[in-house]
Each structure stands twice: as structure tokens, then as C-alpha cells.
T-cell receptor, first 114, second 115 residues
Framework: AQSVTQLDSQVPVFEEAPVELRCNYS??????LFWYVQYPNQGLQLLLK??????LVKGINGFEAEFNKSQTSFHLRKPSVHISDTAEYFC????????????FGQGTELSVKP | DAGVIQSPRHEVTEMGQEVTLRCKPI?????LFWYRQTMMRGLELLIY????????DSGMPEDRFSAKMPNASFSTLKIQPSEPRDSAVYFC?????????????FGQGTRLTVV
């Protein structure tokens, strides 16, 4: 069975500082990996995805993530955060490319302070 | 496109009542997913459809839950009878599989409170 672990439930950071949100997954088969962002009282919006190819994936809003198969990780990074990045971030895995049949991590609440 | 549209946005109902949540997927999408989000369990997949046919309902918690997709532009999730532990945010998502371009688009969600 597949599972996703987000190692930090809350990450406070100051504006313009770099941030890394950690995600590890477990699966016995090849996976597809996603990061979603959820702003308060909103649905989920896709930040980026890894399906195949280059292990460094760039997404929207200046975020990027690196797929590391040996460490079964897919950490999300941003070199300089803004107040507007305050939100909850979800890592998700899929074992097929339907894109919507996802197993989510528990989420990481990113709080950017001025 | 207006995106995935869910209604109502908020629903408050009394225990024992029937609740129906509605979803209009993005036109042309052939997959539709229903998720539930709670503090305790996070985001869970309840059921998904492909071309209006239910493919996997193993995430539906109990027989009180049922979902239908009578056509490509409409789906419902019904809870009958509702219980306080059903209180959660319910999300609908849709996707279109072609050329490896896969992405699920989520609706704004329905916040259900059962009192």
C-alpha cells in the first residue's frame, strides 16, 4: 500500500526567507507525486507534479520540488517566501496517471510572518 | 471554464436528515472524484467515476453514503441518515487523462455540519 508522510505539521518562517516542506512516501511500485496548496476556505490548487523525466520540477508561484527515488522523498522548496504563501500544503501520491486518485499526506501549515 | 462547481458551499443539518451534495465537473473531463477532509483523518478519497461509471467506492465509509453520476456534467453525494461524525468538508475533483497530462482540479468544497 502507498502512504505519504509530511514530516512537519507546522512551519513558521519569516518573509523573504527560504523554506522547505518535507514529504516522504512509501510505495512498492512507481509513483506519481504532487504538491497541492490550500488557502483558507478554498479548494486545492496544484503547485507542481512529478510524472517522469527530470527529478527537479518547477511549479507555480516560484515553488520547486525534487524527486529522490533512493530516499523516497519529494520535498518542496521556495528560495524566498511571501506573506501570500501562507497556506496549507499537501503532498500526494498516485500509483496511476489518473491524476485524481490521490493519497494525501496530513498537510503542512506554512505561516509566513513579516 | 468556471472550474469544478460544488453546491451548496455550506450546509447545516440535523442528525438523521438526508443531505445531498452536488458537483458539476469541468466540461470534457472524464474522471470525477469525491474527497472528504477532516481534522482527524485528513483528505480521504471516497469514490471515483470514469465516464460516469463508479470505479472504486472502497473509501465510502458506510452504506449511509451513496454517490451517483447520471451524466457527464453532474454528480451527487448523498448521506442518509446523516450523523454528527459526518461533519467535514467534502471536495469534488475532476480530471482528464491525455498525453500524460494529468491533474485533478478541485472545487471549493462543501462544508457540512451535522448537529
Amino acid at each position: 500500500a502507498q502512504s505519504v508522510t509530511q514530516l512537519d505539521s507546522q512551519v513558521p518562517v519569516f518573509e523573504e526567507a527560504p523554506v522547505e516542506l518535507r514529504c516522504n512516501y512509501s510505495s512498492s511500485v512507481s509513483v506519481y507525486l504532487f504538491w497541492y496548496v490550500q488557502y483558507p476556505n478554498q479548494g486545492l490548487q496544484l503547485l507542481l507534479k512529478y510524472l517522469s523525466g527530470s527529478t527537479l520540477v518547477k511549479g507555480i508561484n516560484g515553488f520547486e520540488a525534487e524527486f529522490n527515488k533512493s530516499q523516497t522523498s519529494f520535498h518542496l522548496r521556495k528560495p524566498s517566501v511571501h506573506i501570500s504563501d501562507t497556506a496549507e500544503y499537501f503532498c500526494a501520491v498516485s500509483v496511476d496517471n489518473r491524476g485524481g486518485k490521490l493519497i494525501f499526506g496530513q498537510g503542512t501549515e506554512l505561516s509566513v510572518k513579516p | 471554464d468556471a472550474g469544478v462547481i460544488q453546491s451548496p458551499r455550506h450546509e447545516v443539518t440535523e442528525m438523521g436528515q438526508e443531505v445531498t451534495l452536488r458537483c458539476k465537473p469541468i466540461s470534457g473531463h472524464d474522471y470525477l472524484f469525491w474527497y472528504r477532509q477532516t481534522m482527524m483523518r485528513g483528505l480521504e478519497l471516497l469514490i471515483y467515476f470514469n465516464n460516469n461509471v463508479p470505479i472504486d467506492d472502497s473509501g465510502m465509509p458506510e452504506d449511509r453514503f451513496s454517490a451517483k453520476m447520471p451524466n457527464a456534467s453532474f454528480s451527487t453525494l448523498k448521506i442518509q441518515p446523516s450523523e454528527p461524525r459526518d461533519s467535514a468538508v467534502y471536495f469534488c475533483a475532476s480530471s482528464f487523462q491525455t498525453g500524460g497530462k494529468t491533474e485533478a482540479f478541485f472545487g471549493q468544497g462543501t462544508r457540512l455540519t451535522v448537529v
